[in-house]
């Protein structure tokens, strides 16, 4: 079965400036994805950024930029010029090629962004 | 809006009793899930459905948990004699079958504790 671990429960940032979240994964499949969410308080989980296991390139999505490292199976989420609104609880999330949004979460790594 | 609706956000039951949660997919939306949140964790897979049929339930979802999905469209997750153990936040996602690579669209929840 796929594991998600995410190592950071809190992760802290000043306004404008730059965090990395981690993720590791285990998994014996070569196709599959990986995603992060965020879940703001109160609020819908909502996709931060996904990769698809078989690209080689990160993922980007303005602030927002992945460190994906197949063969440690790491994923890591970088956001750039941290906002106040970017302040949430962020998971981190696997998808087998085969099963369509069946996914294994990680535990959240909450993040708080100070003025 | 167009997204994910739940009902009840927030239920307030007691122990033993019967518990129903509705929710409505994104319209063209083909596949429906039912992930259970805990505090503090990542939300855990419990059961989906692709149009009416129910595809894979999750060994999490007991002898007292039934979903449906009727008509392919609303689901609703009832819990029979609740325990203290059943709360959580049930959260509802559809995605849109085939095509993409199956993201999925998060409701708000439906928080329920038991007493």
Not at chain 1, 74 to 95: E, H, N, P, V
Not at chain 2, 36 to 50: A, H, I, K, N, V
């Amino acid at each position: 079965a796929q594991t998600v671990t995410q190592s950071q429960p809190e992760m802290s940032v000043q306004e404008a400036e730059t965090v990395t979240l981690s993720c590791t994964y285990d998994t014996s499949e070569s196709d599959y994805y990986l995603f992060w969410y965020k879940q703001p308080p109160s609020r819908q989980m909502i996709l931060v950024i996904r990769q698809e296991a078989y690209k080689q390139q990160n993922a980007t999505e303005n602030r927002f930029s992945v460190n994906f490292q197949k063969a440690a199976k790491s994923f890591s989420l970088k956001i750039s010029d941290s906002q106040l609104g970017d302040a949430a609880m962020y998971f981190c999330a696997y998808r087998s090629g085969t099963s369509y949004g069946k996914l294994t979460f990680g535990q959240g790594t909450i993040l708080t962004v100070h003025p | 809006d167009t997204g994910v609706s739940q009902d009840p956000r927030h239920k307030i039951t007691k122990r033993g009793q019967n518990v129903t949660f509705r929710c409505d997919p994104i319209s063209e939306h083909n596949r429906l899930y039912w992930y259970r949140q805990t505090l503090g964790q990542g939300p855990e897979f419990l059961t989906y459905f692709q149009n009416e049929a129910q595809l894979e339930k999750s060994r999490l979802l007991s002898d007292r948990f039934s979903a449906e999905r009727p008509k392919g469209s609303f689901s609703t997750l009832e819990i029979q004699r609740t325990e203290q153990g059943d709360s959580a936040m049930y959260l509802c996602a559809s995605s849109l079958l085939p095509g993409g690579s199956g993201e999925l669209f998060f409701g708000e929840g439906s928080r329920l504790t038991v007493l």
